[in-house]
């Protein structure tokens, strides 16, 4: 299912994903309009390494305080 606003009138429409590229027209204003395509699902990046392989979380522990007493 697709959610898309209407660019004329703001309103709130859905599609199903097969409707992509195909003109509706708007439940609310009536102006025809082109469905959107889908979405792409999100990815997930990994943080990069650095070049001795440790994970960035490590580098952020290794770091030396910056507090003196």
């Known amino acids: 299912m697709i ?3 209407c660019p004329y009138c703001k309103h709130v429409l859905k599609a199903a994903d ?3 590229g195909q003109s509706i027209a708007c439940e609310q204003c009536r102006l025809e309009i082109r ?3 889908p979405a792409a699902p999100p990815t ?3 943080p990069e390494e ?3 392989g440790d ?3 490590k ?3 290794k770091r030396p305080s910056t507090h003196s007493r």
């Open 50 to 52: 650095s070049a001795a």
């Open 3 to 5: 959610s898309f606003f």
């Open 18 to 20: 097969e409707s992509a």
């Open 55 to 57: 994970p960035w979380w």
């Open 35 to 37: 469905v959107p395509q």
């Open 59 to 61: 580098r952020i522990l």
């Open 44 to 46: 997930l990046v990994r």
